[in-house]
Each structure stands twice: as C-alpha cells, then as structure tokens.
C-alpha cells in the first residue's frame, strides 16, 4: 500500500514498564445442573432460526473457543472452521463482521464488558443490571452481561436468526420484535420448553411450576461458559503462584513483555487485558460494522457505541490467555499469524501500509466486500490517524522470546473443556463435529 501522510513519530508513547499480576482471579460457584443444562444448550442447533447453527458453531473447542477462520459465516454455511462450506440453496448475503472471540475465563468476575467494542457490560445502576443496545427493551433477569452477551447472537441474521422472513424467529427480527411475548427470545424460550428433556432440566434449576424464559436459557449458558472455560493453570499461573520457573526463552519473553516492549501497559493483569478500548491501526477487512447509512466496510469500533470521535477505531483489549490456540487475531481477524500479529504491534502504521491480504483465514466464498475498505486511502489514513502505540524496535530474537511467553500462558488442561462435546442434544438435531 501507497505511503500513508502521517507517521508515527507524532504518535504518544504508551506507559513503561508494567508490574507483574497476581494470580487472584475469581470464578463464582456454579450449580452443576445449570451448567449441564446449559451444556446442551451450547451445543444444540434450537436456538437458532433455522435450527442450523448452535453456539458452538462459532466457538469450538477444538477451534479454541472460536472458529479458526477470520471472519465466520453463519447462518447458511455448514461444517466448522476452514471447513464451513456456503448453503447455495441459502447463501448467506456476508461474512459475520467481526471476529468470533474466544471464551475462556470469561466468567470470572473480572470480566464485566463484552464485544470488540464493549456496547454490552454489567451496570448496576440500571433497572436490569446490565447496559445493552436494547436499553429499556432488555428483559429483567438476567444474572449478568456474560448471560446477556451469550445469547445476542441469536438476533442477528448473519449469525443465527437467519435471512429476513425465511423463519419465526428472523421474521420477528425483522418487524423489531425481539422481546416480550412474540418476540424472537420468546419463540426460542417455546422451542426449548416444547423439548421434554429440556423441561425436566429446567425444573431441576428453575423449579417445575416456573415457565422457561429467554433469560433462564442465557444464564445456564453463562454458568458453563464460567464452568467448561476456566483457563487459569498455565505455567505462567504456576510461575505466579509458586515461582515455578518458566523456560529459559519464556522467561525472557516475559521480562520483554512488561518492560522493553510495553505489552503489559494494556495487556494487564492475570489475563492479560484491562478491560478497555485502544486504537492501534488494525487493517479493516469484511464488512465492517457500519449503520445502514454509512461506508459499509467501515468498522469505528468504540466510536459507534460512544459517538465520541476519540474513541474511532478503538476495540477492547482482547485477553491472551490460550492464545496460541485462537488464531485468526484481532477484532475481524484481520492476521492468521501470531508472530505477524506481535509484530504489527511494534510499527502499526507500517504494517497498516505493507498489509496483503494473505494474511487473512477465510473459509468458503468470497464476497466483494473481503477487502473494499483496504483501497480506500482516505479510510486507511483514518484508521492510521487514530493509532495509539508508537514505534518500538525488537530484534528477532525477542520477537522468539515473547512468542515463548505467550505460549506459556496455554492451559493445555483446559483447551478440550471439562465436559466436552456431547454426542448428542435433546433436540436431536446434529451437533457440530471436527472433520478430523
């Protein structure tokens, strides 16, 4: 790409050096029967409009919690990860336009702010407890964002509710019918509680004289995202723990990680994030995340929940635990590699500048809007504009050793989950298996 007009020796520096964290983090207790109910909810193709597409279509474990692919296709496709092949009796019209997250330690009590652009989060000075897009929409009962953000997806078509009026469930979406009775949670609340053995379930955890809500659903999600994804015995941990040493190399890493190379100034504490939003020049590939009236490829991130120009181009900190396992990174996936990805950090502008688009995982298809944005000088110079970290000169060998750090931090225990997929679900719709 053609040399951008701004440099990044006008850029601010980050912070120095960074202390290291305390292995402190805590996961609240979970009621071993909500968290097999919601088990089989993860796994189970009802909750989508077309019966199609279960949760754990996008995030996998044997794809680390996420689908291995930089930008998934949803509703319309079948199979997982570079295997989705596209429905051509039921295309999907785009990629999903972000990046499928990955799960793990999501239910620690830590973790209180979701999506790349934060636009869900606990809040207890609202009514529900929980601030959200739909604001004064949002049904009460949900036990916390984690439960909320769980269940989002089923609303948008591009992810599971499916195209337009082609089902109950898209129908009501399209009419804004999300809540309340008719709306799009109550038909899927129906559908689950038309399944005898997912009433007899619910019984087990909500009492047999309570009717199942779209909430009840979203918690028991929740309390086995909190359950199945606890990440935290690394060596790393242990390291924190203990003072049991790392490798030679990882050790080294480390010391770069919260010194030389500044990565601790965001990545922070046991899991490696602070929770918050930074600009740093991430190419911009998919659709994008746009209102209707806008560049459709365009994705300003923070900015569209906020409006406030400063936070254009501002996604939140991804946590790095188990990261060796979550490839494609950043918000739409935009690098295959972990090791292109830790370099990006070190001259974004100029990665921003020499970004190709191989650098890139797709799975079946392509569409005209993989890579419009990328040709748009005036929008690159954007996403340049807005950039945050300042230039920082690593030598190959420390590029090694912060890779070895970052491996350090895998919870290989935790990568299969505690339970493990099911063969089965009580819909008896097809669950979602590895090719290999």
């Known amino acids: 790409m053609r040399q951008l007009l701004l440099t990044a020796a006008f850029l601010p520096a980050l912070a120095s050096a960074s202390p290291l964290p305390k292995a402190d983090a805590t996961f609240p207790a979970q009621d071993v029967n909500e968290v097999e109910l919601g088990w089989q909810l993860f796994y189970d193709p009802i909750l989508s409009g077309n019966r199609s597409v279960a949760c754990a279509t996008c995030h996998h474990p044997d794809l680390g919690t996420s689908d291995g692919v930089s930008l998934g296709l949803g509703d319309g496709a079948t199979g997982l990860g570079l295997d989705r092949k596209i429905d051509p009796n039921n295309p999907p019209e785009k990629r999903i336009p972000r990046n499928a997250p990955a799960l793990w330690n999501l239910g620690a009590t830590e973790f209180t702010v979701f999506f790349h652009d934060g636009r869900l989060e606990d809040d207890p000075t609202r009514p529900s407890g929980i601030r959200t897009p739909l604001g004064s929409e949002m049904e009460m009962g949900f036990r916390n964002a984690l439960a909320a953000q769980a269940m989002f997806p089923v609303l948008s078509g591009d992810e599971m509710a499916g195209h337009y009026s082609e089902n109950d469930v898209s129908q009501a979406v399209r009419l804004g019918q999300l809540t309340g009775p008719g709306g799009a949670w109550d038909i899927l609340a129906k559908r689950v509680a038309a399944i005898p053995a997912y009433r007899a379930a619910f019984d087990q955890v909500i009492g047999a004289d309570e009717p199942i809500k779209f909430h009840h659903i979203a918690n028991a999600l929740a309390a086995f995202i909190t359950f199945e994804w606890q990440a935290d015995a690394s060596a790393f941990d242990a390291y924190l723990r203990n003072g049991t040493p790392l490798e030679q190399s990882a050790t080294a890493g480390m010391d770069l990680f919260?010194?030389?190379?500044?990565?601790?100034?965001?990545?922070?504490?046991?899991?490696?994030?602070?929770?918050?939003?930074?600009?740093?020049?991430?190419?911009?590939?998919?659709?994008?995340?746009?209102?209707?009236?806008?560049?459709h490829n365009r994705d300003v991130g923070r900015g569209r929940v906020t409006?406030?120009?400063?936070?254009?181009?501002?996604?939140?900190?991804?946590?790095?635990?188990?990261?060796?396992?979550?490839?494609?990174?950043?918000?739409?996936?935009?690098?295959?590699?972990?090791?292109?990805?830790?370099?990006?950090?070190?001259?974004?502008?100029?990665?921003?500048?020499?970004?190709?688009?191989?650098?890139?995982?797709?799975?079946?298809?392509?569409?005209?809007?993989?890579?419009?944005?990328?040709?748009?000088?005036v929008e690159v110079i954007e996403i340049a504009a807005a950039n945050?970290?300042?230039?920082?000169?690593?030598?190959?060998?420390?590029?090694?050793?912060?890779?070895?750090?970052?491996?350090?931090?895998?919870?290989?225990?935790?990568?299969?989950?505690?339970?493990?997929?099911?063969?089965?679900?009580?819909?008896?719709?097809?669950?979602?298996?590895?090719?290999?």
């Open 307 to 377: 409006g406030t120009a400063e936070d254009f181009y501002r996604f939140r900190t991804p946590s790095l635990r188990n990261i060796t396992q979550t490839a494609p990174y950043g918000h739409n996936g935009a690098y295959t590699s972990l090791e292109t990805m830790v370099r990006h950090h070190l001259n974004p502008i100029a990665s921003l500048n020499a970004y190709v688009e191989t650098n890139t995982t797709y799975s079946d298809g392509k569409f005209d809007t993989d890579f419009k944005l990328m040709r748009d000088e």
């Open 388 to 436: 945050e970290i300042s230039p920082i000169g690593l030598s190959d060998l420390e590029v090694t050793q912060i890779l070895a750090f970052l491996e350090s931090l895998t919870d290989y225990d935790a990568i299969k989950g505690r339970l493990g997929v099911p063969e089965s679900v009580p819909s008896g719709l097809p669950v979602d298996q590895p090719s290999n």
């Open 258 to 295: 919260y010194s030389k190379a500044q990565c601790g100034t965001c990545h922070a504490g046991q899991f490696q994030t602070d929770h918050s939003f930074h600009a740093i020049a991430l190419p911009q590939i998919g659709p994008g995340k746009a209102a209707p009236f806008e560049n």
